[in-house]
Each structure stands twice: as structure tokens, then as C-alpha cells.
């Protein structure tokens, strides 16, 4: 069994990336958040590894909480007009809110998180189609229940 990010740290994975496992990380960043979340692991310097580093650093936690943030702030006030975003589904946000307080606080402490729950939480944001988002189906709550239970 090869070693994940987590029993290496994330800061030494990316170290041993190569800069292909950079650009693969980036590029295919969709379809590794995919693996991700269900629980692949790669060895050190893979790319794989590479995302999962990037997904459980300060950065990109602090930005899937601001974007949680202002999913709830829409919900609340109404989309801004003119905004180059797609409108949030007001009722399942609101239905979410404890849930993403729940998240957002985890987030922003000091405890270091698990790439495959940031991996859902990135899926849940990223997919236009999803619960998140206006005219979509599915269940926001228990999609974020689970990534939070991943973390």
C-alpha cells in the first residue's frame, strides 16, 4: 500500500512533486477531486498527492469556506445583479445553514483536515448542476453532512 498525503504531510508531497505532477494536478483537478472523495490514494509526488496537498492547505480551506460564505449570504440577500455566477438553490441552502457553520468553523480552526472530505466539499461547489446551485436537484444537506464527516 503506498502512503498518502496524510501520513507524510502535505507540505513534503508537494515537495516531491514533479512540476508534471503540478500541471497534471491542475489540469486535472476535476477528475482527481473525483478520486478523491471516494478514496484514492497515490503514492508520494503522484499527482494525485499533489492535489490532496493542495486541498488541505490554509489557502484553498479558507476559500472553500468564504465560497460556503457567500453561497449563504446569496441565499439571504439575493444574488447581486449582473453577478457572472450561477444563483444558489435559496431552499436548500437555507436548510443547510447549520451545517455549513458547522463546516466554515472547522475550517478556519487549527485542526488539519482530510483531502477527501475537502475533495466533496470542492465537488459540491464545483458542480453547477448540483444541489448547491438554482434549478438543480439532489440533497445539499446530506452531501454536506457527508464531506463534513470526511474531514
Known amino acids: 500500500m503506498t502512503p498518502n498525503t496524510g501520513v507524510d504531510g502535505p507540505a513534503n508531497a508537494v515537495q516531491r512533486g514533479s512540476w508534471r505532477a503540478h500541471l497534471a494536478a491542475r489540469l486535472f483537478a476535476g477528475h482527481l477531486d473525483r478520486q478523491l472523495a471516494v478514496g484514492f490514494v497515490g503514492p508520494i509526488g503522484s499527482a494525485l498527492a499533489v492535489r490532496a496537498a493542495r486541498l488541505e492547505s490554509d489557502a484553498e480551506r479558507h476559500s472553500v469556506a468564504r465560497a460556503l460564505r457567500r453561497a449563504v449570504v446569496e441565499s439571504r440577500r439575493g444574488r447581486p445583479l449582473g453577478a457572472p455566477t450561477v444563483p444558489v438553490n ?8 447549520d451545517v455549513i457553520d458547522r463546516i466554515t468553523l472547522r475550517l478556519h480552526s487549527p485542526r488539519r483536515v482530510n483531502a477527501r472530505g475537502m475533495a466533496r466539499l470542492q465537488r459540491v461547489l464545483s458542480d453547477g448542476c448540483g444541489p448547491l446551485y438554482a434549478r438543480a436537484g439532489g440533497n445539499l444537506d446530506d452531501r454536506l453532512r457527508a464531506a463534513f464527516a470526511a474531514l
Open 90 to 97: 435559496t431552499d436548500n441552502v437555507t436548510a443547510a445553514e
